[in-house]
Structures are given as C-alpha cells and as structure tokens.
C-alpha cells in the first residue's frame, strides 16, 4: 500500500513563499513519475507541477509557471515544492501524487494520491 506523509503547508501572505514536503512509502520510488495538484474551494482538480520518472524533467501548470519549482530526493522517497510569489488564488488543498510510469496528461490523473495539506494565501 502506498501511503504519503505531506508536510509544509500554513498561512501565507500574499507575496511569500512556502515549501510543501511529502514523502511516500511502499513503492518503487525512483520508477514513478511524482508530482503535485491541488483543488480550490468549490473548484475541480488543477495540475501544479510533476516530475518525469525517465529523465527527471519537471512539468508545470501554466498558472504556476516560474513561481513553482518541484525537486525530488530519491534516497529519501521525498518531494518537494517550493512555492514562491504566491497570490491569494493558489490558496487550495495541495495534494502529493504519483503515477507510473509518466506523468498523467494535464498533470491531474495520477494512480494514487495523499490526502493533502491546506495552503492560504491572505491578500
């Protein structure tokens, strides 16, 4: 069974930063491809950003763009999230993912996924 432990998430202002952690067990870690979506308050899934299990390349959702970056530690079975520039919109629940062997299209459809962690952004 894959299980996730999500760490990092809290109150922001608008314009800080943030780093979301979350580290999985009970996989391969290295062969999945790994990423994040989140899901606002009365809105569906968004795709944040994702890793590449064959080469590593990060995938990003538009509205991130530049202020995201996603990293992993295989040895730790760990990603991360750093979150800078954050705005009131990407107040959301933040859930870690993953999905073999690629990343899913729109970096929304995964295998399996934690039960996420809050992110506020104040204005």
């Known amino acids: 069974e894959v299980q996730f432990v999500e760490s990092g998430g809290g109150l922001v202002q608008a314009g800080g930063s943030l780093r979301l952690s979350c580290t999985a067990s009970?996989?391969?870690?290295?062969?999945?491809?790994i990423g994040w979506f989140r899901q606002g308050p009365g809105l569906g899934r968004e795709g944040v950003a994702c890793?590449?299990?064959?080469?590593?390349?990060?995938y990003y959702g538009s509205s991130v763009q530049g202020r995201f970056t996603i990293s992993k530690d295989n040895a730790g079975n760990t990603v991360y999230l750093v979150m800078n520039s954050l705005k009131p919109e990407d107040t959301a629940v933040y859930h870690c993912?993953?999905?073999?062997?690629?990343?899913?299209?729109?970096?929304?459809?995964?295998?399996?996924w934690g039960q996420g962690i809050q992110v506020t952004v104040s204005s």
């Open positions: 993912a993953v999905n073999y062997p690629y990343c899913g299209s729109s970096l929304i459809n995964y295998d399996t």
């Open positions: 890793l590449s299990s064959s080469d590593g390349r990060p």
């Open positions: 009970g996989l391969r870690f290295a062969s999945y491809a």
